[in-house]
DNA sequence: GTACATTGACTGAAAGTTTAGTCAGCAGGC
DNA sequence: GCCTGCTGACTAAACTTTCAGTCAATGTAC
Protein backbone atom coordinates (compact mmCIF):
# COMPACT_ATOMS: atom_id res chain seq x y z
CA UNK A 1 0.00 0.00 0.00
CA UNK A 2 1.25 3.49 -0.72
CA UNK A 3 1.82 6.13 1.72
CA UNK A 4 -0.88 8.23 -0.25
CA UNK A 5 -3.48 5.27 0.02
CA UNK A 6 -3.32 5.08 3.34
CA UNK A 7 -2.98 9.19 4.11
CA UNK A 8 -6.73 8.78 2.19
CA UNK A 9 -7.87 6.15 4.65
CA UNK A 10 -7.05 7.64 7.43
CA UNK A 11 -8.00 11.19 6.04
CA UNK A 12 -11.21 9.32 5.58
CA UNK A 13 -11.23 8.00 9.31
CA UNK A 14 -10.86 11.81 10.16
CA UNK A 15 -13.83 13.12 7.74
CA UNK A 16 -16.11 10.46 8.93
CA UNK A 17 -15.31 11.44 12.62
CA UNK A 18 -16.25 15.18 11.90
CA UNK A 19 -18.91 15.09 9.53
CA UNK A 20 -20.34 12.00 9.31
CA UNK A 21 -20.92 9.20 6.63
CA UNK A 22 -23.34 11.48 4.59
CA UNK A 23 -21.14 14.49 4.98
CA UNK A 24 -17.92 12.87 3.49
CA UNK A 25 -17.18 14.95 0.85
CA UNK A 26 -14.91 13.16 -1.75
CA UNK A 27 -12.99 16.96 -2.41
CA UNK A 28 -12.79 17.07 0.99
CA UNK A 29 -11.28 13.77 1.49
CA UNK A 30 -8.86 14.61 -0.98
CA UNK A 31 -7.97 17.92 0.74
CA UNK A 32 -7.49 15.89 3.77
CA UNK A 33 -4.74 13.93 2.99
CA UNK A 34 -3.19 15.78 0.49
CA UNK A 35 -3.95 14.35 -2.74
CA UNK A 36 -6.22 15.10 -6.18
CA UNK A 37 -9.69 13.54 -5.79
CA UNK A 38 -8.33 11.56 -9.15
CA UNK A 39 -6.33 9.63 -6.88
CA UNK A 40 -9.01 8.40 -4.38
CA UNK A 41 -10.95 7.27 -7.17
CA UNK A 42 -8.19 5.79 -8.78
CA UNK A 43 -7.26 4.03 -5.48
CA UNK A 44 -11.10 3.41 -4.64
CA UNK A 45 -13.46 3.07 -7.64
CA UNK A 46 -16.00 5.02 -6.37
CA UNK A 47 -17.78 6.32 -3.24
CA UNK A 48 -19.24 2.97 -2.02
CA UNK A 49 -15.69 1.72 -2.38
CA UNK A 50 -13.99 4.45 -0.02
CA UNK A 51 -16.90 3.57 2.60
CA UNK A 52 -15.95 -0.12 2.55
CA UNK A 53 -12.44 0.44 2.92
CA UNK A 54 -12.76 3.04 5.35
CA UNK A 55 -14.93 0.86 7.22
CA UNK A 56 -12.40 -1.95 7.58
CA UNK A 57 -9.64 0.13 7.99
CA UNK A 58 -11.24 1.83 11.41
CA UNK A 59 -12.60 -1.40 12.91
CA UNK A 60 -8.95 -2.50 12.35
CA UNK A 61 -7.56 0.58 14.17
CA UNK A 62 -10.20 -0.29 16.87
CA UNK A 63 -9.16 -4.10 17.44
CA UNK A 64 -5.63 -2.14 17.36
CA UNK A 65 -6.01 0.22 20.79
CA UNK A 66 -8.17 -2.34 22.59
CA UNK A 67 -5.71 -4.92 22.25
CA UNK A 68 -2.74 -3.31 24.16
CA UNK A 69 -5.10 -3.52 27.66
CA UNK A 70 -3.32 -6.83 27.24
CA UNK A 71 -0.40 -6.07 26.26
CA UNK A 72 3.57 -6.61 27.88
CA UNK A 73 3.01 -2.96 29.58
CA UNK A 74 1.59 -5.02 32.49
CA UNK A 75 4.44 -5.39 34.91
CA UNK A 76 2.22 -7.64 37.06
CA UNK A 77 -0.74 -9.98 35.87
CA UNK A 78 -3.94 -6.99 36.40
CA UNK A 79 -6.83 -9.02 37.44
CA UNK A 80 -10.25 -10.09 35.56
CA UNK A 81 -11.71 -7.54 37.07
CA UNK A 82 -9.24 -4.38 35.62
CA UNK A 83 -9.36 -6.30 32.27
CA UNK A 84 -12.81 -6.26 32.28
CA UNK A 85 -13.12 -2.44 33.28
CA UNK A 86 -10.31 -1.54 30.68
CA UNK A 87 -11.66 -3.65 27.70
CA UNK A 88 -14.85 -1.31 28.23
CA UNK A 89 -13.40 1.82 29.22
CA UNK A 90 -10.47 2.36 26.56
CA UNK A 91 -13.63 3.70 24.37
CA UNK A 92 -13.74 6.50 26.84
CA UNK A 93 -10.70 8.53 25.85
CA UNK A 94 -9.87 11.96 25.15
CA UNK A 95 -7.20 11.02 22.92
CA UNK A 96 -7.16 12.48 19.46
CA UNK A 97 -6.70 9.01 17.57
CA UNK A 98 -9.75 6.96 20.00
CA UNK A 99 -12.20 9.82 19.96
CA UNK A 100 -11.79 10.13 16.07
CA UNK A 101 -11.95 6.08 15.88
CA UNK A 102 -14.92 6.32 18.69
CA UNK A 103 -17.19 9.21 16.60
CA UNK A 104 -16.60 7.22 13.20
CA UNK A 105 -17.40 4.06 14.44
CA UNK A 106 -20.95 5.06 16.03
CA UNK A 107 -21.44 6.86 13.05
CA UNK A 108 -21.05 4.05 11.22
CA UNK A 109 -23.34 2.34 13.36
CA UNK A 110 -26.03 4.72 13.51
CA UNK A 111 -25.48 4.67 9.11
CA UNK A 112 -26.11 1.00 9.15
CA UNK A 113 -29.79 1.41 10.27
CA UNK A 114 -30.23 3.04 6.50
CA UNK A 115 -27.96 1.06 5.28
CA UNK A 116 -28.56 -2.89 4.91
CA UNK A 117 -24.63 -3.56 3.53
CA UNK A 118 -22.76 -2.12 6.51
CA UNK A 119 -24.52 -4.51 9.15
CA UNK A 120 -22.68 -7.85 8.53
CA UNK A 121 -19.53 -6.22 9.09
CA UNK A 122 -21.05 -4.53 12.43
CA UNK A 123 -23.02 -7.71 13.29
CA UNK A 124 -19.55 -9.58 13.53
CA UNK A 125 -17.78 -6.86 15.34
CA UNK A 126 -20.34 -6.67 17.99
CA UNK A 127 -20.99 -10.35 18.46
CA UNK A 128 -17.23 -10.42 18.87
CA UNK A 129 -17.60 -7.65 21.39
CA UNK A 130 -20.17 -9.31 23.44
CA UNK A 131 -18.34 -12.46 23.62
CA UNK A 132 -15.42 -10.53 24.69
CA UNK A 133 -17.06 -9.46 27.77
CA UNK A 134 -19.03 -12.25 28.53
CA UNK A 135 -15.81 -14.12 28.47
CA UNK A 136 -14.64 -11.70 31.16
CA UNK A 137 -17.96 -11.92 33.05
CA UNK A 138 -17.87 -15.90 33.15
CA UNK A 139 -14.20 -15.75 34.65
CA UNK A 140 -15.43 -13.14 37.24
CA UNK A 141 -18.50 -15.08 38.12
CA UNK A 142 -18.07 -19.14 37.39
CA UNK A 143 -21.19 -19.84 38.97
CA UNK A 144 -23.32 -17.75 37.31
CA UNK A 145 -26.19 -18.98 34.46
CA UNK A 146 -24.41 -18.82 30.89
CA UNK A 147 -27.66 -16.74 29.56
CA UNK A 148 -27.60 -14.67 32.36
CA UNK A 149 -23.60 -13.61 31.81
CA UNK A 150 -24.14 -13.44 27.85
CA UNK A 151 -27.50 -11.18 28.61
CA UNK A 152 -25.11 -8.47 31.27
CA UNK A 153 -22.57 -8.77 28.57
CA UNK A 154 -25.05 -7.41 26.18
CA UNK A 155 -26.49 -5.09 28.49
CA UNK A 156 -22.92 -3.48 29.33
CA UNK A 157 -21.96 -3.14 25.62
CA UNK A 158 -25.53 -1.70 24.43
CA UNK A 159 -24.78 0.51 27.51
CA UNK A 160 -21.86 1.51 26.68
CA UNK A 161 -23.06 2.85 23.07
CA UNK A 162 -25.43 4.67 24.48
CA UNK A 163 -23.15 6.35 26.66
CA UNK A 164 -20.70 7.11 23.74
CA UNK A 165 -23.26 8.42 22.23
CA UNK A 166 -24.08 11.00 24.47
CA UNK A 167 -20.51 11.69 25.35
CA UNK A 168 -19.39 12.73 21.82
CA UNK A 169 -22.20 14.68 21.19
CA UNK A 170 -21.13 16.63 24.03
CA UNK A 171 -24.49 16.12 26.61
CA UNK A 172 -22.24 13.85 28.92
CA UNK A 173 -18.58 14.90 30.15
CA UNK A 174 -16.45 11.72 29.79
CA UNK A 175 -15.84 11.49 33.33
CA UNK A 176 -19.16 11.28 33.97
CA UNK A 177 -20.05 8.74 31.90
CA UNK A 178 -16.55 6.44 32.78
CA UNK A 179 -18.24 6.57 36.55
CA UNK A 180 -21.41 5.68 35.11
CA UNK A 181 -19.97 2.50 33.12
CA UNK A 182 -17.76 2.04 35.72
CA UNK A 183 -20.68 1.89 38.79
CA UNK A 184 -23.20 -0.52 36.12
CA UNK A 185 -19.85 -3.13 35.99
CA UNK A 186 -20.22 -3.15 39.77
CA UNK A 187 -24.23 -3.64 39.33
CA UNK A 188 -23.98 -6.52 37.39
CA UNK A 189 -21.20 -8.44 38.42
CA UNK A 190 -23.02 -8.12 41.99
CA UNK A 191 -26.00 -9.56 40.57
CA UNK A 192 -24.25 -12.34 38.69
CA UNK A 193 -22.57 -13.42 41.68
CA UNK A 194 -25.94 -13.23 44.27
CA UNK A 195 -26.81 -15.48 40.90
CA UNK A 196 -24.64 -17.71 41.66
CA UNK A 197 -25.28 -18.14 45.05
CA UNK A 198 -28.51 -19.07 44.74
CA UNK A 199 -27.80 -21.92 42.64
CA UNK A 200 -25.13 -23.91 44.46
CA UNK B 1 -51.01 24.89 12.18
CA UNK B 2 -52.47 24.44 8.54
CA UNK B 3 -53.06 21.27 7.62
CA UNK B 4 -49.87 21.24 4.70
CA UNK B 5 -47.68 22.35 7.29
CA UNK B 6 -48.67 19.35 9.85
CA UNK B 7 -48.28 16.96 6.24
CA UNK B 8 -44.92 18.57 5.85
CA UNK B 9 -43.67 17.53 9.56
CA UNK B 10 -45.31 14.20 9.62
CA UNK B 11 -43.52 13.77 5.80
CA UNK B 12 -40.56 14.93 7.53
CA UNK B 13 -40.54 11.94 10.62
CA UNK B 14 -41.13 9.73 7.73
CA UNK B 15 -38.86 10.56 5.50
CA UNK B 16 -35.76 11.21 7.87
CA UNK B 17 -37.16 7.90 9.38
CA UNK B 18 -36.65 5.96 6.00
CA UNK B 19 -33.18 7.69 4.76
CA UNK B 20 -32.13 9.54 7.61
CA UNK B 21 -31.17 13.28 7.84
CA UNK B 22 -28.64 13.71 5.53
CA UNK B 23 -30.71 11.77 3.61
CA UNK B 24 -33.43 14.10 3.29
CA UNK B 25 -33.97 15.71 0.09
CA UNK B 26 -36.15 18.95 0.28
CA UNK B 27 -37.84 17.58 -3.16
CA UNK B 28 -38.60 14.07 -1.33
CA UNK B 29 -39.85 15.80 1.58
CA UNK B 30 -42.35 18.28 -0.53
CA UNK B 31 -43.48 15.07 -2.53
CA UNK B 32 -44.09 12.60 1.06
CA UNK B 33 -46.24 15.93 2.45
CA UNK B 34 -47.92 16.36 -1.62
CA UNK B 35 -46.58 19.93 -1.43
CA UNK B 36 -44.68 22.13 -3.48
CA UNK B 37 -41.35 22.84 -2.93
CA UNK B 38 -41.62 26.25 -2.58
CA UNK B 39 -43.92 25.15 0.33
CA UNK B 40 -41.65 23.96 2.07
CA UNK B 41 -39.10 26.78 2.66
CA UNK B 42 -42.58 29.19 2.90
CA UNK B 43 -43.01 27.37 6.20
CA UNK B 44 -39.86 26.43 7.28
CA UNK B 45 -37.10 28.98 5.82
CA UNK B 46 -34.36 26.64 4.99
CA UNK B 47 -32.71 22.90 5.44
CA UNK B 48 -31.98 23.42 9.00
CA UNK B 49 -35.20 24.99 9.99
CA UNK B 50 -36.97 22.14 8.77
CA UNK B 51 -34.60 19.79 10.87
CA UNK B 52 -34.95 22.07 13.80
CA UNK B 53 -38.56 22.11 13.71
CA UNK B 54 -38.95 18.28 12.74
CA UNK B 55 -36.82 17.30 16.16
CA UNK B 56 -39.39 19.32 18.38
CA UNK B 57 -42.52 17.31 16.38
CA UNK B 58 -40.69 14.70 16.60
CA UNK B 59 -40.18 14.72 20.36
CA UNK B 60 -43.86 15.92 20.86
CA UNK B 61 -45.22 13.10 19.44
CA UNK B 62 -42.61 10.48 21.59
CA UNK B 63 -43.92 12.60 24.29
CA UNK B 64 -47.81 11.68 23.55
CA UNK B 65 -47.46 8.59 23.03
CA UNK B 66 -45.48 7.64 26.21
CA UNK B 67 -47.91 9.65 28.43
CA UNK B 68 -51.02 7.03 27.53
CA UNK B 69 -49.26 5.04 30.18
CA UNK B 70 -50.70 7.16 32.86
CA UNK B 71 -54.13 7.33 30.53
CA UNK B 72 -57.04 6.90 32.22
CA UNK B 73 -57.17 3.42 30.58
CA UNK B 74 -56.36 2.06 33.56
CA UNK B 75 -59.31 0.83 35.35
CA UNK B 76 -57.07 0.49 38.88
CA UNK B 77 -54.20 2.89 39.43
CA UNK B 78 -51.04 0.91 38.29
CA UNK B 79 -48.26 0.53 40.56
CA UNK B 80 -45.05 2.77 40.07
CA UNK B 81 -43.23 -0.09 39.08
CA UNK B 82 -45.26 -0.89 36.36
CA UNK B 83 -45.30 2.99 35.29
CA UNK B 84 -41.48 3.20 35.21
CA UNK B 85 -41.45 -0.40 32.69
CA UNK B 86 -44.42 1.14 30.82
CA UNK B 87 -42.12 4.82 30.38
CA UNK B 88 -39.19 2.99 29.38
CA UNK B 89 -40.44 -0.23 26.79
CA UNK B 90 -42.78 2.04 25.10
CA UNK B 91 -40.07 3.25 23.05
CA UNK B 92 -39.92 -0.81 21.97
CA UNK B 93 -43.20 -1.56 19.87
CA UNK B 94 -43.30 -2.52 16.71
CA UNK B 95 -46.21 -0.30 15.83
CA UNK B 96 -45.33 1.71 12.49
CA UNK B 97 -45.01 5.21 14.22
CA UNK B 98 -43.64 4.72 17.00
CA UNK B 99 -41.26 2.84 14.93
CA UNK B 100 -40.86 5.65 12.58
CA UNK B 101 -40.96 7.79 15.98
CA UNK B 102 -37.48 6.12 17.65
CA UNK B 103 -35.89 5.98 14.23
CA UNK B 104 -36.44 9.52 13.16
CA UNK B 105 -35.22 10.54 16.93
CA UNK B 106 -31.87 7.92 17.03
CA UNK B 107 -31.12 9.51 13.97
CA UNK B 108 -31.62 13.05 14.92
CA UNK B 109 -29.58 11.78 18.29
CA UNK B 110 -26.94 10.51 16.30
CA UNK B 111 -26.82 13.38 13.91
CA UNK B 112 -26.42 15.66 16.75
CA UNK B 113 -23.17 14.73 16.76
CA UNK B 114 -21.79 16.62 14.13
CA UNK B 115 -24.60 19.34 14.28
CA UNK B 116 -24.54 21.66 17.51
CA UNK B 117 -27.67 23.42 16.06
CA UNK B 118 -29.51 19.90 17.09
CA UNK B 119 -27.78 19.65 20.29
CA UNK B 120 -29.75 22.21 22.74
CA UNK B 121 -33.13 20.92 22.03
CA UNK B 122 -31.64 17.06 22.44
CA UNK B 123 -29.90 18.09 25.61
CA UNK B 124 -33.62 19.73 27.01
CA UNK B 125 -35.01 16.63 25.97
CA UNK B 126 -32.62 13.80 27.56
CA UNK B 127 -32.49 16.05 31.03
CA UNK B 128 -36.49 15.87 31.33
CA UNK B 129 -36.51 12.32 30.12
CA UNK B 130 -33.85 11.67 32.97
CA UNK B 131 -35.99 13.29 35.38
CA UNK B 132 -38.95 11.59 34.74
CA UNK B 133 -37.28 7.92 35.10
CA UNK B 134 -35.59 9.26 38.20
CA UNK B 135 -38.66 9.79 39.85
CA UNK B 136 -40.40 6.56 38.73
CA UNK B 137 -37.25 5.47 40.57
CA UNK B 138 -37.13 7.73 43.63
CA UNK B 139 -40.94 6.89 44.91
CA UNK B 140 -39.96 2.98 44.81
CA UNK B 141 -36.69 3.34 46.49
CA UNK B 142 -37.11 6.63 48.98
CA UNK B 143 -34.38 6.04 50.99
CA UNK B 144 -31.71 5.53 48.27
CA UNK B 145 -29.33 8.85 47.82
CA UNK B 146 -30.62 11.35 45.42
CA UNK B 147 -27.27 10.57 43.32
CA UNK B 148 -27.20 7.70 43.05
CA UNK B 149 -30.99 7.54 41.84
CA UNK B 150 -29.73 10.24 39.18
CA UNK B 151 -26.90 8.03 37.95
CA UNK B 152 -29.62 4.70 37.45
CA UNK B 153 -32.41 7.16 35.56
CA UNK B 154 -28.90 7.78 33.39
CA UNK B 155 -27.79 4.62 32.83
CA UNK B 156 -31.51 3.01 32.15
CA UNK B 157 -32.25 5.66 29.54
CA UNK B 158 -28.54 5.39 27.78
CA UNK B 159 -29.14 1.66 27.59
CA UNK B 160 -32.28 1.99 26.61
CA UNK B 161 -30.94 4.29 23.57
CA UNK B 162 -27.81 1.79 22.73
CA UNK B 163 -30.60 -0.96 22.77
CA UNK B 164 -32.86 0.80 20.65
CA UNK B 165 -30.21 1.62 18.20
CA UNK B 166 -29.41 -2.21 17.66
CA UNK B 167 -33.23 -3.04 17.40
CA UNK B 168 -33.53 -0.60 14.55
CA UNK B 169 -30.86 -1.91 12.82
CA UNK B 170 -31.84 -5.71 13.45
CA UNK B 171 -28.86 -6.54 15.13
CA UNK B 172 -31.39 -7.14 18.54
CA UNK B 173 -35.13 -8.98 18.05
CA UNK B 174 -37.38 -6.74 19.79
CA UNK B 175 -38.61 -9.14 22.64
CA UNK B 176 -34.73 -9.71 23.51
CA UNK B 177 -34.12 -6.25 24.18
CA UNK B 178 -37.68 -5.68 26.32
CA UNK B 179 -36.12 -8.86 28.31
CA UNK B 180 -32.68 -6.78 28.48
CA UNK B 181 -34.14 -3.46 29.62
CA UNK B 182 -36.54 -5.36 31.85
CA UNK B 183 -33.77 -7.43 33.63
CA UNK B 184 -31.61 -4.28 34.12
CA UNK B 185 -34.48 -2.38 35.62
CA UNK B 186 -34.54 -4.98 38.25
CA UNK B 187 -31.22 -4.92 38.72
CA UNK B 188 -30.88 -1.54 39.05
CA UNK B 189 -33.99 -0.78 41.54
CA UNK B 190 -32.56 -3.80 43.84
CA UNK B 191 -29.20 -1.81 43.48
CA UNK B 192 -31.09 1.57 44.91
CA UNK B 193 -32.92 -0.64 47.28
CA UNK B 194 -29.28 -1.81 48.88
CA UNK B 195 -27.86 1.40 49.46
CA UNK B 196 -30.84 2.70 51.18
CA UNK B 197 -30.27 -0.13 53.66
CA UNK B 198 -27.28 0.81 54.58
CA UNK B 199 -28.25 4.15 54.93
CA UNK B 200 -30.31 3.51 57.86
C1' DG C 1 -74.62 42.97 -2.55
C1' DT C 2 -70.97 44.28 -5.15
C1' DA C 3 -66.61 46.30 -6.45
C1' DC C 4 -62.05 46.86 -4.59
C1' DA C 5 -57.92 46.00 -1.59
C1' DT C 6 -55.27 42.97 1.16
C1' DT C 7 -53.42 38.88 2.91
C1' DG C 8 -51.61 34.27 3.53
C1' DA C 9 -51.10 29.81 1.49
C1' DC C 10 -49.36 27.96 -2.30
C1' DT C 11 -47.06 26.67 -7.05
C1' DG C 12 -43.53 25.48 -10.49
C1' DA C 13 -39.93 26.76 -13.09
C1' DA C 14 -35.58 28.82 -13.10
C1' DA C 15 -31.28 30.18 -10.87
C1' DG C 16 -27.60 29.03 -8.15
C1' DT C 17 -24.71 25.71 -5.69
C1' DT C 18 -22.57 21.40 -4.62
C1' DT C 19 -21.00 16.95 -5.69
C1' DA C 20 -19.60 12.46 -7.78
C1' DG C 21 -17.14 10.88 -11.26
C1' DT C 22 -14.07 11.43 -15.79
C1' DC C 23 -10.27 12.35 -18.67
C1' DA C 24 -6.21 13.92 -21.04
C1' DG C 25 -1.91 14.15 -19.81
C1' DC C 26 2.57 14.70 -16.79
C1' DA C 27 6.54 12.53 -14.04
C1' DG C 28 9.64 9.14 -12.98
C1' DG C 29 11.36 4.39 -12.45
C1' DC C 30 12.42 0.29 -15.12
C1' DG D 1 8.47 2.83 -24.51
C1' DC D 2 5.52 1.67 -21.03
C1' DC D 3 3.67 1.02 -16.57
C1' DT D 4 2.22 3.04 -12.08
C1' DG D 5 1.09 6.85 -9.45
C1' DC D 6 -0.68 10.99 -9.80
C1' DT D 7 -2.96 15.79 -11.17
C1' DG D 8 -6.68 19.23 -11.54
C1' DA D 9 -9.76 21.15 -14.72
C1' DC D 10 -13.98 19.63 -16.41
C1' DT D 11 -18.92 17.70 -16.94
C1' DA D 12 -23.32 16.18 -15.85
C1' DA D 13 -26.43 15.40 -12.48
C1' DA D 14 -28.36 16.21 -8.03
C1' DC D 15 -29.73 19.36 -4.90
C1' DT D 16 -31.11 23.73 -2.47
C1' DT D 17 -33.06 28.07 -2.66
C1' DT D 18 -35.46 31.95 -4.80
C1' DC D 19 -39.00 34.29 -7.07
C1' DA D 20 -42.78 35.98 -9.84
C1' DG D 21 -47.15 35.12 -9.79
C1' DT D 22 -51.98 32.39 -8.91
C1' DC D 23 -55.85 31.68 -5.98
C1' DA D 24 -59.26 31.67 -2.28
C1' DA D 25 -60.66 33.95 1.61
C1' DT D 26 -61.44 38.05 4.33
C1' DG D 27 -62.33 42.56 5.10
C1' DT D 28 -64.42 47.07 3.80
C1' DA D 29 -66.23 51.05 1.49
C1' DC D 30 -70.04 52.34 -1.00
Redesign the interface.
Known sequence: MTDNKRAILTGAARVIA???V??LRVADLAAEAGVSTGLVYYHFKDRPGILRHALAFIGDRADRYTATAQGPTAAHPPDRRTLLEQTLLLEFQDVPEVRENS?AW??L??????DPEL?EE??AA?AAWVAEVAGHLAALCPDAPAGAVT?AA??L???????S??W?????PLEHAR??LR??IR??I??LGSLGERID
Chains 1, 2 share one sequence.
Not at 168 to 172: A, E, R, T, V
Open positions: RQGRGTGERAHSVFRLAGAERTALLEGLARLSGLLGLEAVEGR
